[in-house]
């Protein structure tokens, strides 16, 4: 019973910070995000019930639509041209002998970048008129697209942008690539399999669970999608006034780059609506949720610690 | 003859997404070098070196400081999170407690929850707490453990031989030496992927620091500063640009110098996790 009582004080001296942690910071404030969802209020007042009202309240709201709209177009082409450029190019570096360190730390690096430089970059790169790939694409005699002021193009521009980034993925696809047993490929060779049937029979499913793991983190990562599309919007409009103020960019061009989570943080923080806000925040918190549950299930093992 | 096409085939790919890779920042830095007004043209070869820009952007904006709070808020949330985490993360690898695996669950449903969620409850309560316009509500809460952090480290706990701590406790260890004594040291590399990854997490953080301190220019990041630049200096490229590649070189410096536990953690979290 002693040595019970002792060890127990053991694990709670280990995890009491992170216990205060779990609670404080994060099922405190979930708790009162769905409380306060069915609630109005702003800074200056308290939370008055107002039951469904603020969930009624985004079938009205159309900018939460075009918000929407826009999040899930992200998912749908941000999330596989990672995977695919990921995958791709950790595929071509598993091809090459000589060299492939070097080249692993070049498509490594962008991926690193603080996503505030990197789109600044990026809105350099792709400026209409004097940007260097505008110029080069002049040189060829095509007809430029205005990028980060096209409504049309701000979002593919988004994309090129994610997509220099695609170290981080492309590292998880070769260390799993790397663990594919060529004793099989070869014996899948030696029956005739060309590289497709290999691929296709022999490589994906063993890297399935890191396509899981790609799939699952870049939806839920893109669901957040914020920094870069506030960023591109302020800079290309080139009307940027301060951090506080910045919010009278977002989604530039005609709010082609408007995320749900940046209409989230407009809603609470610009017009000061904390009631729809939080209701906004549940809305995601299911959405993500259900989501990670597709990992969560695989994730935790009933793996006993020694 | 087929097969050295193909090697010449590939590597002419891997070269040109290399030069792909590494152009934005190619342009950018020989951008940052040029005069103010050849920075609005099409020609992308500096016609006389300007190197001064780099002074220019200290003297002319608040770089300094955006640079200090950065640093400030990079080290302090690194240091919080190994203080709070690894302990935690111990205890959820090495000892055996009713409830470790619930603990576990919400960790990870911690990682997986955008941080949009329980932006309105937190912000609420900070400003309660009087600390909105500074860094300290992206900085305390790392005293009390980062979820992706205690996870990182839990994962590589895990990989530690079992006989290294039973040896520890035959000795007579507690717990506590035997972390201290006897873990950390094993498990520097995976200590030093976490730090690595908090203290890139803060430095590129733009959302907290928007969130909490654009009422307050005094405590803004670089992240913060840079997206705002073009409001003091109208559309100054070269400046801009400077300030850009001065936000990327201790990033990528940090990260030459630690690449392998760098590479260990990222692939520890994916494909292990």
């Known amino acids: 019973m002693h040595h019970k009582l002792r060890h127990g004080l053991t694990v709670a001296s280990f995890m009491a910070p992170a216990t205060v942690g779990i609670v404080v910071f994060f099922v405190y404030p979930l708790l009162s995000a769905v409380y306060f969802s069915f609630t109005k209020f702003d800074l200056l007042t308290t939370p008055e019930w107002v039951g469904l009202r603020n969930y009624r309240h985004m079938f009205e709201d159309s900018f939460l639509g075009t918000a929407t ?132 029979h022999v490589t994906l499913p063993h890297i399935s669970p890191v396509v899981v793991f790609t799939a699952v983190i870049g939806v839920i990562t893109t669901l957040q999608y914020f920094t870069q599309a506030a960023v591109a919007a302020s800079a290309a409009s080139g009307q940027a006034t301060t951090g506080a103020g910045i919010s009278s960019t977002f989604g530039y061009p005609e709010g082609s780059t408007f995320t749900y989570p940046l209409w989230l943080y407009v809603v609470g923080f610009r017009y000061g609506a904390l009631g729809y806000a939080n209701a906004l925040a549940v809305v995601l918190f299911v959405v993500a949720f259900a989501v990670s549950l597709l990992l969560l299930r695989r994730t935790i093992n009933p793996e006993r610690a020694s | 003859m087929n097969r050295q096409l193909i090697w010449i085939a590939r590597h002419s790919l891997a070269i040109a997404l290399c030069v792909m890779f590494v152009a934005p920042v190619g342009f950018l830095l020989l951008t940052s070098l040029m005069s103010d007004a050849q920075a609005l043209t099409s020609s992308y070869w500096p016609q006389d070196w300007h190197f001064e820009n780099y002074k220019d952007v200290f003297a002319k904006t608040p770089m300094a400081r955006y640079l200090l709070n950065t640093v400030l808020y990079a080290g302090a949330a690194t240091v919080f999170m190994l203080l709070s985490s690894v302990p935690a993360a111990y205890a959820l690898a090495r000892l055996r407690w009713r409830g470790q695996g619930t603990v576990l669950v919400v960790i990870v449903c911690m990682m ?133 590649i001065l936000t990327m070189v201790p990033v990528a410096a940090l990260f030459f110098f630690a690449q392998r536990a760098f590479v260990q953690g990222v692939t520890l979290t994916g494909v292990k996790g």
């Not at chain 1, 000589?98 to 600044?120: C, D, E, K, N, Q």
């Not at chain 2, 937190?122 to 980062?146: C, H, I, K, R, S």
């Open chain 1, 69 to 200: 709209r826009n999040t899930l177009w992200f998912v749908a082409v941000m999330v596989p041209a990672r995977m695919l450029g990921g995958l791709g190019s950790a595929m071509l570096l598993t091809t090459l002998k000589r060299g492939s360190g070097l080249y692993r730390t070049i498509f490594y690096l962008p991926a690193l970048a603080p996503p505030v430089a990197a789109t600044l970059a990026f809105v350099y790169l792709l400026k209409p008129g004097v940007g260097p790939v505008n110029t080069a694409l002049g040189h060829l005699g095509v007809d430029a697209p205005l990028w980060f002021n096209s409504p049309g193009w701000s979002k593919p521009s988004l994309v090129l942008l994610c997509l220099w980034g695609v170290g981080d993925v492309m590292v998880l696809y070769l260390a799993a690539l790397l663990d594919v047993p060529t004793a099989h490929l070869e014996a899948a060779s030696l029956d005739g399999a060309n590289a497709w049937q290999r691929f296709r």
């Open chain 2, 112 to 244: 997986m929850i955008p941080p949009q969620v329980t932006t309105v409850p937190l912000y609420l309560m900070w400003a309660n707490w009087g600390l909105t316009g500074t860094l300290w509500p992206l900085v305390l809460p790392m005293l009390f453990g980062d979820a992706f952090s205690i996870f990182l480290l839990r994962q590589f706990l895990l990989t530690i031989p079992g006989e290294y701590l039973d040896a520890a406790r035959v000795d007579g260890c507690g717990e506590w030496r035997t972390l201290l004594r006897v873990v950390l040291p094993m498990a520097r590399p995976g200590i030093a992927a976490a730090a690595l990854f908090q203290f890139f997490y803060a430095w590129n953080d733009y959302y907290g620091p928007l969130l909490y301190t654009s009422e307050n220019e005094e405590n803004w990041t670089l992240s913060l500063g840079l997206a705002s630049f073009k409001t003091v200096h109208h559309v100054q490229w070269n400046l801009v640009s400077a300030a850009t």
